[in-house]
């Protein structure tokens, strides 16, 4: 078998699914990390956010130039393109729900089975990513992400990986929300939603209300994907 053959097979294979206990303590796992390591999940968010910024300016014909993380874990996606007009509006609105929708994908995906599928994609994209980036910090962040991700998706036991994979599924879900409270309550001239109200004239706080309502509702379909009986279901 070549290695490319060995590559799909591997990618493809389904995972077994953990038990909803195991889903529930990886929940709760995330949770903790969300609330009590906050500056490295929101990092987490950010690397999201900054990819839905860039995935989006690609897919409306902007020029994407490059992707800064910083620091203070925040990020900036720049491009080139109309400074109005829908693909403009596209891209600066795709950061906020991003880590929510990918969130929400990513949950689909485990639950038939395809956690290896998740983490390879999940490196991939990271991969692509580390190509923007356009600073130092941003690839002392990048590198170990993918290196690490790619290594858990090679030598890990299944069962391992899928935990691995669920968990990065809850802490997308998970932190989704937060920069948008954060960003209800400091506002900022530079902000996604600043930049959105000059664009489109609809004031900055219905587009922080349309993030919020968005990533919640992700963390809300995820957890019913997930761990249903949370809900009732």
Do not use: K
């Amino acid at each position: 078998m070549s290695i490319w053959q060995e590559l799909l097979l591997r990618a493809t294979a389904t995972q077994p699914v953990p038990s909803p206990q195991t889903v529930a303590l990886l929940g709760l796992l995330a949770l903790g990390l969300v609330i009590a390591a906050w500056p490295a999940t929101r990092m987490v968010a950010t690397i999201a956010h900054e990819a839905g910024h860039g995935l989006v300016a690609v897919l409306t014909g902007r020029q994407l130039t490059g992707i800064r993380l910083h620091s203070d874990t925040s990020g900036l996606t720049l491009s080139r393109g109309r400074p109005r007009g829908p693909g403009m509006v596209a891209t600066l609105a795709a950061g906020y729900p991003a880590p929510g929708l990918l969130g929400f994908a990513a949950a689909w995906l485990l639950a038939a089975g395809h956690a290896i599928g998740l983490l390879w994609l999940v490196a991939f994209a990271l991969a692509a990513m580390l190509l923007m980036i356009r600073n130092f910090y941003g690839l002392l962040v990048l590198l170990p992400a993918v290196a690490g991700i790619a290594a858990a998706s090679w030598y890990l036991q299944p069962i391992h990986q899928s935990w691995l994979a669920y968990l990065v599924c809850w802490v997308l879900l998970l932190s989704a929300p937060r920069p948008v409270f954060e960003l209800a309550a400091r506002g900022g001239r530079t902000s996604d939603s600043a930049q959105l109200a000059r664009t489109t004239g609809i004031p900055a706080g219905i587009w922080t209300f349309l993030f919020g309502v968005l990533t919640i509702s992700c963390l809300i379909g995820g957890i019913a994907v997930l761990a249903p009986e949370v809900l009732g279901r």
